[in-house]
């Protein structure tokens, strides 16, 4: 079983849920997020954020995942004062939505004032109401701008055992793991972190809070990278506890937090789930071996044709 | 033919009779409220029980936005997502209190909510709707189907109507369904446009008709000529047709109709003959008697109440 805690499935297809079920995802997380371009006024952020409560979660649990999200304000939009502050103001309608994991992804994008503004306030709304907070870290400037998230959650008493740092590189995790924080690392084929990369992480630093997730979204990225990188870390000799720990058990304990999420909601789900929600994962349900496949016909011998992107 | 469906004198409920949100309204509301506060609280620890009264009380009283809120997202963490499960004197207390309010299928949360909505604004039925639109545009899955759900036990409830339709064209499932299933609102407020949509919509849906209210009093011409289609276009697919659709096709069956039932007396399906037979004696034309005559076994099971609608969606 695989939890992939990073997901922005509103950009992905049905013959995404289909292989991430396939392949032993039961449970994706959906971090509000941005839409390629930016948001012109309030109603399409509320919209986004019904959309990720309700349609987007239906659809995945047709095709046997159970969906979560995150709610929050992203940094680049933080720049937008007017809409900013309209959102803040709609944001403690959807914190306490069913399944709503997190506040996030906030954080710094350029490390303006009003990034660093909106940022605040939503540690305060998270503090507030007992939520986990997922931080994405800048891709420009971003050791600084990872120092920075961190020390700034610390300001407002945030115990960092509560909050995830998430797109870590090798330059990050020390600094994240010594203060206490969750290192989560997005396996993108190509850039960021790849796959062999983050066999190296866990080899190096265990699988103490840390985890990897997709982070597929409507850019280059690969839905099954989490148990594509559960099948490479096998390969390099990583124990099992350790794969489980990086792929499924750490997101499930820190987003756990929030009340929101539990292995229970796939293993047992409530019968109002079954009979509205969720129609189950036909493949662990029927008690097979999860398969990693870029194609069914050639599913027999899924692990010679595994590509690692 | 059956006379054509009065809808004006419809939907007059002990909840729901005047344009202004009075006092005997807001007796009934309030009553309304203690039935379902009863219900939860009986299933509810202690603490949820106290919460929960607490809530009600405060949602009471002039509540910010951020009270109604924070009390509807925190209904499911507090009372969980149990089945209602009503004993059957609860339930014959729910059908008394409002004519067809059938809460069977009810989880505990929904109630909750339901009853939170209710206490939330009573000021009149128009700031009512307000705040409960304001709810269903940023409402979660499962707020969504609760609010739904509760369309029956609102005041005035032709305002609520393009919210109700709204829910009959759900993509999702269960929203469509908390609308059409066990609900008496959409027989006593749709149109004929509106109730014909939404029995097809049922269909295309992989959805059942047997749990829609008044499935045989809102049958009609231009609803028996859309299913009719609806069939012989699944067939020419090669897709199956439910059998349930022929309930709403009997009654105003026209010549091609009765050719169509007539046909599907001699299907290898039982459940299609079955439904067929049905469909033919609630025809009531010299056509379809004379399909039925010929097939002696069906027309006795018909005639002598061993097959029935009911019994047909038992199997």
């Given at each position: 079983?695989?939890?992939?805690?990073?997901?922005?499935?509103?950009?992905r297809?049905?013959?995404?849920?289909?292989?991430?079920?396939?392949?032993?995802?039961?449970?994706?997380i959906?971090?509000?997020?941005?839409?390629?371009?930016?948001?012109?006024?309030?109603?399409?952020?509320?919209?986004?954020?019904?959309?990720?409560?309700?349609?987007?979660?239906?659809?995945a649990?047709?095709?046997?995942?159970?969906?979560?999200?995150?709610?929050?304000?992203?940094?680049?939009?933080?720049?937008?004062?007017?809409?900013?502050?309209?959102?803040?103001?709609?944001?403690?309608?959807?914190?306490?939505?069913?399944?709503?994991?997190?506040?996030?992804?906030i954080?710094y994008?350029?490390?303006t004032?009003?990034?660093?503004?909106?940022?605040?306030a939503?540690?305060?709304?998270?503090?507030?109401?007992?939520?986990?907070?997922?931080?994405?870290?800048?891709h420009?400037?971003?050791?600084?701008g990872?120092?920075?998230?961190?020390?700034?959650?610390?300001?407002?008493g945030?115990?960092?055992?509560w909050?995830?740092?998430?797109?870590?590189?090798?330059?990050?995790?020390?600094?994240?793991?010594?203060?206490?924080?969750?290192?989560?690392?997005?396996?993108?084929?190509?850039?960021?972190?790849?796959?062999?990369?983050?066999v190296?992480i866990?080899?190096?630093?265990?699988?103490?809070?840390?985890?990897?997730?997709?982070?597929?979204?409507?850019?280059?990225?690969?839905?099954?990278?989490?148990?594509?990188?559960?099948?490479?870390?096998?390969?390099?000799?990583?124990?099992?506890?350790?794969?489980?720990?990086?792929?499924?058990?750490?997101?499930?304990?820190?987003?756990?937090?929030?009340?929101?999420?539990?292995?229970?909601?796939?293993?047992?789900?409530?019968?109002?789930?079954?009979?509205?929600?969720?129609?189950?994962?036909?493949?662990?349900?029927?008690?097979?071996?999860?398969?990693i496949?870029?194609d069914?016909?050639?599913?027999?011998?899924a692990?010679?044709?595994?590509?690692?992107? | 033919?059956?006379?054509?469906?009065?809808?004006s004198?419809?939907?007059?409920v002990?909840?729901?009779?005047?344009?202004?949100?009075?006092a005997?309204?807001?007796?009934?509301t309030?009553?309304l409220?203690?039935l379902?506060?009863?219900?939860?609280?009986?299933?509810?620890?202690?603490?949820?029980?106290?919460?929960?009264?607490?809530?009600i009380?405060?949602l009471?009283?002039?509540?910010t936005?951020?009270?109604?809120?924070?009390?509807?997202?925190?209904?499911?963490?507090?009372?969980?997502?149990?089945?209602?499960?009503?004993?059957?004197e609860?339930r014959a207390?729910?059908?008394?209190?409002?004519?067809?309010?059938?809460?069977?299928?009810?989880?505990?949360?929904?109630?909750?909510?339901?009853?939170?909505?209710?206490?939330?604004?009573?000021?009149?039925?128009?700031?009512?709707?307000?705040?409960l639109?304001?709810?269903?545009n940023?409402?979660?899955?499962?707020?969504?189907?609760?609010?739904?759900?509760?369309?029956?036990?609102?005041?005035?409830?032709?305002?609520?109507?393009p919210?109700?339709?709204?829910?009959?064209?759900?993509?999702?499932?269960?929203?469509?369904?908390?609308?059409?299933?066990?609900?008496?609102?959409?027989?006593?407020?749709?149109?004929?446009?509106?109730?014909?949509?939404?029995?097809l919509?049922?269909l295309?849906?992989g959805?059942r008709?047997a749990?829609?209210?008044?499935?045989?009093?809102?049958?009609?011409?231009?609803?028996?000529?859309m299913?009719?289609?609806?069939?012989?276009?699944?067939?020419?697919?090669g897709?199956?047709?439910?059998?349930?659709?022929?309930?709403?096709?009997?009654?105003?069956?026209?010549?091609?109709?009765?050719?169509?039932?007539?046909?599907?007396?001699t299907?290898?399906?039982v459940?299609?003959?079955?439904?067929?037979?049905?469909?033919?004696?609630?025809?009531?034309?010299?056509?379809?008697?004379?399909a039925?005559?010929?097939?002696?076994?069906?027309?006795?099971?018909?005639?002598?109440?061993?097959?029935?609608?009911?019994?047909?969606?038992?199997?």
């Amino acid at each position: 079983m695989f939890l992939d805690s990073h997901t922005h499935m509103v950009s992905r297809t049905t013959d995404d849920y289909e292989r991430m079920a396939a392949a032993g995802i039961v449970a994706c997380i959906e971090p509000s997020f941005w839409l390629g371009q930016p948001r012109t006024n309030v109603g399409s952020y509320i919209d986004y954020l019904s959309l990720i409560c309700g349609f987007e979660r239906f659809r995945a649990g047709q095709f046997g995942l159970r969906h979560y999200c995150t709610v929050g304000l992203n940094p680049k939009e933080a720049n937008n004062e007017e809409l900013a502050e309209a959102v803040l103001e709609i944001l403690p309608r959807y914190a306490l939505k069913e399944g709503v994991v997190a506040i996030g992804e906030i954080g710094y994008d350029e490390q303006t004032a009003l990034e660093d503004k909106y940022f605040r306030a939503q540690l305060e709304l998270a503090k507030e109401l007992s939520l986990p907070v997922m931080i994405h870290t800048p891709h420009r400037d971003k050791h600084q701008g990872t120092l920075r998230s961190m020390a700034v959650a610390v300001e407002h008493g945030i115990d960092p055992s509560w909050v995830v740092i998430d797109h870590n590189n090798e330059e990050t995790v020390r600094d994240v793991l010594d203060r206490g924080f969750w290192a989560a690392f997005s396996i993108y084929p190509h850039t960021k972190m790849g796959n062999e990369r983050m066999v190296e992480i866990v080899r190096n630093y265990g699988a103490e809070r840390i985890f990897c997730d997709s982070a597929c979204d409507w850019g280059v990225s690969d839905p099954l990278a989490v148990p594509k990188t559960a099948e490479l870390m096998r390969r390099a000799n990583i124990s099992e506890t350790l794969i489980r720990k990086v792929t499924y058990e750490n997101p499930l304990e820190v987003y756990g937090k929030s009340g929101q999420i539990a292995d229970a909601h796939w293993l047992k789900p409530a019968a109002i789930d079954q009979r509205t929600l969720y129609m189950g994962n036909s493949v662990l349900r029927g008690g097979q071996t999860p398969k990693i496949t870029e194609d069914n016909k050639q599913e027999g011998s899924a692990l010679g044709n595994l590509r690692i992107v | 033919m059956p006379p054509r469906l009065n809808l004006s004198g419809i939907g007059q409920v002990s909840c729901q009779t005047t344009s202004i949100y009075g006092a005997a309204m807001t007796t009934s509301t309030q009553s309304l409220i203690d039935l379902l506060t009863g219900w939860v609280v009986a299933r509810s620890t202690e603490d949820a029980a106290a919460w929960f009264r607490g809530e009600i009380k405060r949602l009471g009283a002039s509540p910010t936005e951020k009270d109604v809120y924070l009390a509807l997202g925190y209904a499911t963490r507090k009372l969980g997502k149990a089945d209602l499960d009503l004993s059957p004197e609860e339930r014959a207390r729910a059908a008394a209190a409002r004519s067809g309010w059938d809460p069977s299928d009810w989880s505990i949360d929904q109630a909750g909510r339901i009853a939170l909505v209710l206490a939330s604004s009573r000021s009149d039925a128009h700031a009512f709707r307000k705040r409960l639109e304001q709810l269903f545009n940023t409402a979660d899955i499962g707020e969504l189907i609760a609010f739904y759900r509760g369309l029956p036990l609102y005041p005035e409830p032709s305002l609520h109507l393009p919210r109700a339709r709204e829910g009959t064209r759900s993509a999702m499932q269960p929203i469509f369904e908390a609308v059409a299933h066990r609900n008496p609102y959409p027989k006593e407020n749709f149109d004929e446009n509106a109730w014909n949509q939404m029995v097809l919509k049922a269909l295309f849906v992989g959805s059942r008709l047997a749990p829609i209210q008044g499935l045989d009093e809102r049958a009609n011409p231009p609803l028996m000529r859309m299913l009719c289609d609806y069939a012989r276009e699944r067939r020419a697919a090669g897709r199956p047709v439910a059998p349930e659709l022929w309930r709403c096709v009997g009654p105003f069956a026209d010549a091609s109709a009765i050719a169509d039932l007539a046909a599907l007396l001699t299907s290898p399906d039982v459940t299609e003959r079955r439904a067929a037979a049905l469909a033919l004696s609630a025809s009531r034309t010299d056509a379809a008697s004379s399909a039925l005559s010929s097939h002696e076994g069906l027309l006795q099971d018909v005639k002598t109440g061993r097959l029935t609608w009911s019994s047909l969606d038992a199997k």
